[in-house]
Nanobody, 124 residues
Framework: VQLQASGGGLVQAGGSLRLSCASSGRTFSNYEMGWFRQAPGKEREFVAAINWSGVYTAYADPVKGRFTISRDNTKNMAYLQMNSLKPEDTAVYYC??????????????????WGQGTQVTVSS
């Protein structure tokens, strides 16, 4: 499966952005989806994940209550709605796909397919 992330940009603190991840290739509903981010000088970290049907989600503590992950299997799309953005959310955001049920959602090594990343910059 090929992934293409988009929707990043420059936003003021307190603002919102919606990231999109377009999938092509294999059946999108065969995969669980995750969002990760990498800030300058830091390691890539887990942000959120969603199961194949969209019923179950998981979030990293720093984004709980502010970010929402979703998917539309009819459109082969995954999304990350980001509200109440903070300067510390500044990072390159990546979407990723993995086979259903292979382990902890936050485990980057379990994701087989990655998008190219989209830059999110939050100004104070």
């Amino acid at each position: 499966v090929q992934l293409q992330a988009s929707g990043g940009g420059l936003v003021q603190a307190g603002g919102s952005l919606r990231l999109s991840c377009a999938s092509s290739g294999r059946t999108f509903s065969n995969y669980e989806m995750g969002w990760f981010r990498q800030a300058p000088g830091k390691e890539r970290e887990f942000v959120a994940a969603i199961n194949w049907s969209g019923v179950y989600t998981a979030y990293a503590d720093p984004v709980k209550g502010r970010f929402t992950i979703s998917r539309d299997n009819t459109k082969n799309m995954a999304y990350l709605q980001m509200n109440s953005l903070k300067p510390e959310d500044t990072a390159v955001y990546y979407c990723a796909a993995r086979t259903i049920g292979v382990g902890a959602w936050a485990d980057q090594g379990k994701y087989d397919h990655w998008g190219q990343g989209t830059q999110v910059t939050v100004s104070s």
